[in-house]
Each structure stands twice: as C-alpha cells, then as structure tokens.
C-alpha cells in the first residue's frame, strides 16, 4: 500500500501568519511522530501520538505548535503566528506499533517563513 | 535524560575502505537501537536494528551497553552508500524515538 503522505511538500508563508501541515499514516499504523529537521541539524522530536492515548506533546517548542491526530488516521501539525526560525523541513512518521518497529517517514513538508 | 550523540557531521572515506560511523547514547534502562539512512532525494528509512542481529547492505551494528555504543561498521565501503545516516534510540516503553544529528558519509571513488 502507500506509504506515509505528507502535505504540502514545500509551503512558503509570511512571518506572522499561521499554517498547517498534513499527515497520512500508514493504514493500520497505531503510532505517529512529528519531527523537525532543521538545515545541517538532525531530526528533532516534536510530539507523538499512539492509538488513543494521550499524546506527548514534550518536544513542542512553543505555545504556537499544536497538533491533532483524528483516531488513528490523519494527523494535522498547526504553527501560529509563524516565525522565521520555524523554517525547517517537517517530517512525518508512522509506525505499527510501540517498541521494535521501524518508523515509516514521509518525504516531509518544506517549510520557508519569509 | 535521553541523548544521541553522533560525533561526526561528515565522514569522508575511499572506495574499499573500511567505515565506521559513530553513535553513542544516554538511557537509564535498555534501549532499543536503530539506524536509519537517507540516501538522495528519498525518504529517510530504516537501515537496521540492534534487535535483529542482521546484516543490511554489508552494514552491521553491534549494541555495547558497557560503552553505551552502537557504532555502524560496514568492512568495504561502496560509492552507493553515500547517504546520510542517523542513529535512533526507543525507550523500552516504546513510546518516543529520538535521533542523533546524523553523520552524512561520503565514499570517494
């Protein structure tokens, strides 16, 4: 089947202005990852769902992330007010279950704050 | 607190030669293992894990828990494994995976 779908995969925005990032997990696929990969850095944690537990929401840098998950499907990372230093490319992840398995990335969304 | 510690941003080697790519981590308890490669213009993927005792592309990885190491070994390197490679670490709860900074490798011919 497809693998994880991020969208859109280049967004350019206006400082100050919000924007919202897409993900569609693998089907079936109980846990979910959002990742932040700034320029020449690695990948930083931002939150993590899991089936219907409540999600750890540590790695958000601010107040003007937010990110929703609708079950075990589609998942939606929301910056407000954005920020120059909220470029980044923003990586998606999904995996089957907890423990041992492998996470599954989308190609990421490419995010420019003008 | 959990830590990846990748300590080189670039490793460049010649074709045959033999590569070791550095990972070190931080946990308390026992940790599941993980490194993931990025080749060109494609997805980030897994390229093996500690778990499995597998050999992936003439990669191994072998889990030192007295130098909380997991270094990535491949004997002759490849032009074609140039790519960036990542260490990962899950925590035994399975809950979050967090990466090191990576270190981008490059075989010269």
């Known amino acids: 089947g497809a693998g994880v779908s991020q969208s859109p995969s280049n967004k350019v925005t206006e400082k100050g202005k919000d924007v919202e990032l897409r993900c569609d997990p693998i089907?079936?696929?109980?846990?979910l990852y959002w990742y932040r990969q700034r320029l020449g850095q690695g990948l930083e944690f931002l939150i993590y769902?899991?089936?219907?537990?409540?999600?750890?929401k540590s790695g958000l840098p601010s107040d003007r992330f937010s990110a929703e998950r609708t079950g075990e499907s589609v998942s939606t990372l929301t910056i407000q007010r954005t920020q120059q230093e909220d470029s980044a490319v923003y990586l998606c992840a999904s995996s089957f279950r907890q423990g041992a398995s492998p996470l599954h990335f989308g190609n990421g969304t490419r995010l420019t704050v003008t | 607190a959990q830590r990846v510690t990748q300590p080189e941003k670039l490793l460049s080697v010649f074709k045959g030669a033999p590569v070791e790519l550095k990972c070190n981590y931080s946990y308390s308890g026992s940790p599941e293992l993980f490194w993931y490669v990025q080749y060109s213009r494609q997805r980030l993927q897994l390229l093996l894990r500690h778990i499995s005792r597998e050999s992936i592309k003439g990669f191994t990885a072998d889990l030192n828990k007295g130098e909380t190491s997991f270094h990535l070994k491949k004997p002759f390197a490849q032009e074609e494994d140039s790519a960036m490679y990542y260490c990962a670490l899950t925590d035994t709860g399975g809950f979050k995976t967090i990466f090191g900074a990576g270190t981008r490798l490059f075989v010269k011919a």
């Open positions: 769902f899991q089936g219907n537990s409540a999600p750890d």
């Open positions: 089907s079936g696929h109980t846990a």
